[in-house]
């Protein structure tokens, strides 16, 4: 079995620390814990591991989040990996603070990344874990807001959300999206 992990962020080192990045953070975090590194690679950063008996992609799409979905159909079809067997790991604003939600469909909600992958890949049926990032910022600043670093009590608490992301990750591999849900979602 193999899946493919989506991290969605942006590249450059001024987003590198910021709300909107938490898909390539966990990512980081996730490959660091394994042992692999990313390579760049067709329109994203790819690495791979096994887990029980699985392979596991993953990558950090280079197109920018709003064309995140370009990356993801090419990885889906170069890897021949049904989209049932896609994770998209998401910043969300509607959730609070390190919370986590994992969720087998649904709207982007107004996300740009995520309405891409649907546009790109078939709708709004494919698997994504939401990583909260609450929505403490004033009316219309919401851009301001997912483009700005964590503050330093939250960049405390990051790795302890990223370490469960990473556990619903491996879950979502091994049992499959119902039990993981059932199991983790906050």
């Known amino acids: ?23 390539f953070l966990t990512l ?14 067709r329109l994203a950063y790819h690495t791979e591991f096994k887990h029980k008996g699985r392979t596991v992609h993953l990558i950090k799409p280079t197109t920018y989040m709003n064309l995140s979905g370009k990356a993801v159909k090419f990885w889906m079809s170069e890897l021949k ?7 998209v ?5 509607a959730i609070p603070f390190a919370k986590l939600r ?12 995520l309405k891409n992958i649907e546009e790109l890949c078939g709708g709004q049926n494919y698997p994504r874990l939401k990583f909260g990032i609450g929505d403490d910022f004033a009316k219309g600043r919401q851009v301001d807001y997912v483009l700005s670093p964590f503050s330093k009590t939250e960049f405390e608490e990051l790795p302890f959300a990223m370490d469960k992301a990473i556990d619903m990750i491996y879950s979502f591999c091994t049992i499959g999206i119902s ?5 983790f979602n906050d």
Do not use: C, W
Not at 1 to 23: A, D, F, Q, S, W
Not at 28 to 41: P, Q, T
Not at 103 to 112: P, V
């Open 102 to 113: 994992m969720r087998a469909k649904g709207s982007s909600a107004g996300h740009n990344g």
């Open 179 to 183: 039990q993981t849900m059932t199991q």
């Open 1 to 23: 079995m193999k899946y493919l992990i989506v991290g969605l962020g942006n590249i450059g080192p001024e987003y590198e620390l910021t709300r909107h990045n938490i898909g």
């Open 89 to 93: 790991v998401v910043d969300d604003l």
């Open 81 to 87: 990996i049904p989209i049932e067997n896609v994770l």
């Open 28 to 41: 980081d975090r996730l490959a660091d814990a394994k042992g692999v590194s990313f390579e760049i690679n």
